[in-house]
């Protein structure tokens, strides 16, 4: 993850801020472990829909999806670049980015099994 994260780092950031963002990796509060989860969101029929942790903040990760009684469902990918903001019962709603990074609302619907 350490190294995902530098590589996030020396494509984003200016070169005269990369060796601050890169050094702080050594320090000593720098967890040696990273959490299995970013973001936790539960939808309108109670399921928890729980998105993988990655290192690159532009990136996002699949979602484990657990029942209300807390049995893990499944997993799904998250739609290519969009930032999940809501989940119903039929559609996962966020802000998507185009190629310019303009943003702009997106719907997907959802099919669940029955």
């Known amino acids: 993850m350490r190294s995902a994260y530098a590589d996030y780092v020396l494509d984003v950031y200016p070169e005269s801020r990369q060796a601050a963002f890169i050094d702080a990796l050594d320090h000593p509060l720098v967890p040696e472990v990273t959490p299995a989860y970013s973001r936790v969101v539960t939808d309108a029929l109670g399921y928890t829909w729980a998105q993988h942790f990655t290192p ?18 499944g997993s799904v990918p998250n739609p290519s670049g969009l930032w999940v903001q809501a989940i119903t019962a039929d559609a996962v709603v966020g802000v998507g980015f185009d190629e310019l990074g303009v943003s702009y609302l997106q719907r997907h619907r959802l099919e669940r099994p029955e």
Do not use: K, L
């Open 56 to 73: 690159d903040p532009r990136e996002f990760g699949e979602w484990d999806i657990f029942s209300p009684a807390g049995e893990f469902v």
